[in-house]
């Protein structure tokens, strides 16, 4: 008989393709990342929400890709840096967050999990599922299908 402590203790670590935004260090599931790429050249839609900033080709698919900066209301990307492109799937399909950095694919245990902490911003905080601390700073989980339900005031 297997008690609920040793099923906790026996569950599988967890890998997240991380990335930066701001000075926030988020991660999103592996099995939710289709692709990262460089920046893309995009087509501005006009009259959409501001989080959109365009629609970018990718090999024959229409991708819209979204600004995470202003999606989790941070400041503005400076003028000369290129943002990055993580391709997520989504239930409507790809969609693009545009982040400020790439960094690696981390493995995490279940063990460091925590919820989202009540001194974010409401803004950032209803879209992150929750934490991981790792040495010297957190790894934020972000919740794509949450990021992807834009209103139409843009956010």
Do not use: C, W
């Not at 893309?40 to 991708?63: C, F, H, S, Y």
């Not at 493995?107 to 009540?118: F, G, L, M, T």
């Not at 992150?128 to 299908?145: A, H």
Request: aromatic share 6%.
């Amino acid at each position: 008989m297997m008690t609920q402590q040793t099923s906790k203790n026996t569950e599988q670590p967890r890998q997240y393709s991380t990335f930066y935004v701001s000075d926030l260090f988020f991660g999103i599931d592996v099995l939710n990342v289709q692709e990262v790429l460089r920046y893309q050249e995009m087509t501005k839609v006009p009259l959409a929400p501001d989080v959109i900033e365009g629609l970018i080709n990718l090999r024959g698919q229409i991708v819209t890709a979204v600004d995470l900066r202003k999606r989790l209301n941070v400041t503005p990307r400076n003028t000369g840096h290129t943002p990055m492109n993580i391709v997520v799937r989504s239930e409507e399909g790809a969609v693009s967050l545009l982040v400020d950095e790439i960094s690696d694919v981390l493995q995490v245990n279940s063990a460091s999990y925590e919820p989202p902490p009540q001194n974010l911003p409401e803004e950032q905080r209803e879209l992150i599922e929750g934490l991981y601390k790792l040495d010297g700073r957190l790894l934020l989980i972000l919740n794509t299908e949450k990021v992807l339900q834009i209103k139409a005031n843009g956010n």
